[in-house]
């Protein structure tokens, strides 16, 4: 069946642009998850949903990040005036059960 | 807080030589424990996971990983590599309450099986 899908995959921003990744997760998971992955590091966690509810948001690392999932399916992280720093792969995962995620291929976003 | 620390940043072995790539975590509470395996340009796929019981578990691709609680560690190993397990490999975990999909990865070992 189909898997989670990511677009886009790849996206080039100039600094201080504004970004939205979308995340279309396996039809009826419940659970959808953000990850940021820095060039050779593991992902880190930037925030949580359970259908439309965000409810954890702790990882994402500024007041630029923003994610919504209106109507607990597809799901969109926006960043604002996008800085260098911001330069990583972001992972969507979703999930039936909370222990068992299915991750997307990634959007690779480059700032410039 | 939780931690994972994965011993090795890379590992290089033998096509049909058997591996293990090491991984400790700490926490304070109970966890939860997995191995990914990510190839070049996709994302995570779950090799294997330790919810309960039997502490030795067993993956796809004839993974299988061993939950040791006194030592916090979660070792992954194959009896004998091919050359298309080479990958970046993750551990993880995550913690048995409300925030059990909260993942917390180590930084990753890069397997490379030559032949």
Known sequence: GAGVSQSPRYKVAKRGQDVALRCDPISGHVSLFWYQQALGQGPEFLTYFQNEAQLDKSGLPSDRFFAERPEGSVSTLKIQRTQQEDSAVYLCASSRLAYEQYFGPGTRLTVT | ?115
């Open chain 2, 1 to 115: 807080a939780q931690s994972v620390t994965q011993l090795d940043s890379q590992v290089p072995v033998f096509e049909e030589a058997p591996v293990e790539l090491r991984c400790n975590y700490s926490s304070s509470v109970s966890v939860y424990l997995f191995w990914y395996v990510q190839y070049p340009n996709q994302g995570l796929q779950l090799l294997l996971k330790y919810l309960s019981g039997s502490t030795l578990v067993k993956g796809i691709n004839g993974f299988e990983a061993e939950f040791n609680k006194s030592q916090t560690s979660f070792h992954l190993r194959k009896p004998s590599v091919h050359i298309s397990d080479t990958a970046e490999y993750f551990c993880a975990v995550s913690d048995r309450g409300t925030n059990a999909g909260k993942s917390t990865f180590g930084d990753g070992t890069t397997l490379t099986v030559k032949p």
